[in-house]
């Protein structure tokens, strides 16, 4: 069936609020559910026909209670511990001791994990792949807290790990040995929302969903959002420097973030918590700890600029046939779209039949080679739907877009962004995942997807990419029946030559953590990773802050 005959004219688009059609795909899935008609012509559906597979909740971690651990404990333990998986060797730091938990019981009474149950969640990371064997676990709830832990541990030479929600994806939140781990998770308290100027203070361990949702009330949002929002929290998401899906729109944590508590290795506190937009007085020090994983400092508060609610949201969920053709679409999307555009990401096929497989989804569009995946955000719907079907009567009637559907109203809305979110939830259930997270030219991000499957063959069970395109960022994905060296041979350091070929970066936004920290040299000069190093000397000497982390052992 060519597209352009199938190509509704943009006045014979009705105006509905929920989903809209815009050609005609009788396919598998929703089939018996569509008003059937001739191909080639335009189809329409009542929202109520919606697959409800679509409308599971979003890729949410497991609540961290007992019921979860009792039910989960024995796949915690199955993780092959990280110090023998990957052969590291212990740093001399002091174990803990009898007295050492005295202390912090005085500290914190009641908020002091040792029982070995309770500790196993904390030890392994959200993708079992990575773990630890911490003894103890402390629940700080002021920053004075983490003060008084903090000056112990560096005076008695004591390893720390930072931990927020534990969503990280490059094995950087839990311990590699027995590193105290300092959750933040009862820090959650907001400290001051100014509807003025929409700044949010707010301490490290507020989950960013429930910050969307205080700040939804008030009719303002957060500026990032990403998959993991149930679960993870803003400090932890500022010392990864999250990126997240809408980027695109309201730009890096780098940008949003105006201050910073944080508390220092030695247990100093150091208070650049301002809620200014601007100050140019001296180095802006806060960006040394933004993205720095909890290595240089732990951060205890967080104020950050957040953006007024969007009146009007429009989603996009449209079929492409090939590379070329998404962006192709991005550009013209950015050309007629401009600023109400608030997210542009794109999945491969194999990411819609994971999700399909897995989690039980189905799409409204299937049978693409690729989708994207087109957010708009904006003060006027009718405005704005004018922009988004002058752009869509354009890409569908130039052949760049072939199929697809719009929805408008919210429920609509998160149930085709669980399409694109939950891929990462998908690809655990496929097996063993090895996850790259890259950025390139645009132009030639779609190269890697090809040639890693090209080199892997039947060695890898799916290669996938799928990502921020409107960012430069592929999230390359293989997974596999089990853990291989020699799979991982095969892929490293192939995928990181490949991208220093064109200058990209081997981490767009999940970090180095304790997977990629040795490969930071195909993105970074040995000068800058010196200097990096001298920073941490001067901020850590003692190297206790979440050791084994982001930076090259020298060995
Ligand atoms: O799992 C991944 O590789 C990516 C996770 C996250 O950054 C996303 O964009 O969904
Ligand atoms: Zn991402």
């Known amino acids: ?60 971690m497991r609540p961290r209670g007992r019921r979860a651990l009792h039910t989960a404990s024995s796949s915690f333990q199955e993780v092959m511990l990280t110090s023998e998986r990957y052969g590291v060797q212990r740093l001399p730091f002091a174990l803990v001791s009898d007295s050492d938990v005295a202390f912090f019981e005085r500290v914190m009474p009641g908020r002091v994990i040792t029982n070995p149950e309770e500790l196993k969640s904390f030890n392994v990371d959200w993708l079992k792949s990575v773990r630890g064997c911490s003894k103890l676990v402390l629940k700080p709830q002021t920053t004075a807290e983490v003060s008084q832990v903090l000056r112990y541990c560096y005076e008695r030479n004591l390893a720390v790990n930072p931990q927020g929600g534990n969503t990280g994806l490059v094995g950087g939140s839990v311990p590699v040995f027995d590193e105290i781990i300092l959750s933040t998770v009862l820090m959650n308290r907001i400290v001051s929302f100014d509807k003025v100027s929409g700044i949010l203070v707010c301490q490290a361990g507020c989950i960013l969903e429930k910050l969307n949702e205080y700040l939804e009330e008030q009719g303002f949002i957060m500026p990032l959002d990403l998959g993991a929002k149930g679960s993870c929290h803003i400090g932890g ?153 002058n752009f869509l009567e354009q890409t569908m009637t130039s052949g760049l877009v072939t199929d697809g559907t719009v929805a408008t109203d919210d429920k609509k809305i998160k149930m085709l962004w669980s399409l694109r979110e939950r891929i990462t939830e998908a690809l655990t259930h496929d097996g063993y995942v090895y996850k790259y997270d890259i950025s390139l030219p645009v132009g030639k991000l779609y190269d890697l997807v090809t040639d890693m ?49 064109y200058n990209g970066s081997i981490s767009a936004e999940h970090g180095l953590g304790f997977k990629k920290k040795q490969f930071i040299k195909y993105s970074k000069p040995d000068e800058a990773v010196f200097l990096m190093q001298r920073f941490k000397a001067l901020l850590d000497p003692k190297g206790i802050l979440n050791p084994y982390k982001t930076l090259p052992s020298s060995s």
Not at 346 to 368: A, I, Q, Y
Request: hydrophobic content about 40%; aromatic content about 8%.
């Open 237 to 389: 998401n500022v010392a990864t420097n999250a990126g997240g899906l809408r980027l695109l729109r309201y730009g890096s944590l780098r940008g949003t973030v105006l201050g910073l508590e944080v508390v220092l290795a030695d247990g100093s506190a150091l208070d650049c918590l301002a809620s200014l937009r601007k100050d140019n007085t001296g180095y802006d020090l806060k960006q040394l700890f933004i993205g720095s994983e909890g290595t240089l400092g732990v951060i205890t508060a967080v104020s950050i600029l957040c953006p007024q609610k969007p009146k009007a949201v429009n989603l996009a969920f449209l079929g492409c046939q090939s590379f070329a053709k998404v962006l192709e679409t991005f550009t013209t999307c950015r050309a007629m779209l401009g600023e109400i555009l608030s997210a542009y990401e794109f999945m491969d096929e194999k990411c819609m039949e994971l999700v399909e497989r897995h989690l039980k989804l189905s799409s409204p569009v299937t049978g693409s080679p690729f989708y994207v995946l087109i957010e708009t955000s904006g003060s006027n719907l009718t405005h704005d739907e004018e922009k988004l079907n």
């Open 453 to 501: 499957r090209a080199r892997l063959g039947q060695s890898a069970k799916n290669v996938v990419g799928y990502g921020h395109l409107g960012d430069g960022n592929l999230h390359l994905n293989i997974t596999a029946e089990s853990y291989s060296h020699s799979l991982l041979d095969a892929i490293e350091p192939f995928v990181y030559e490949w991208t220093a070929r």
């Open 1 to 60: 069936m060519g597209i352009s005959s199938a190509v509704p004219r943009c006045s014979v688009w009705n105006r509905w609020t929920g989903l809209r059609w815009l050609t005609s795909f009788p396919r598998r899935t929703l089939a018996q559910q569509r008003v059937t008609s001739a191909p080639g012509t335009l189809q329409r559906r009542k929202l109520s026909g919606v697959p409800t597979s679509v409308v599971s909740r979003p890729w949410r």
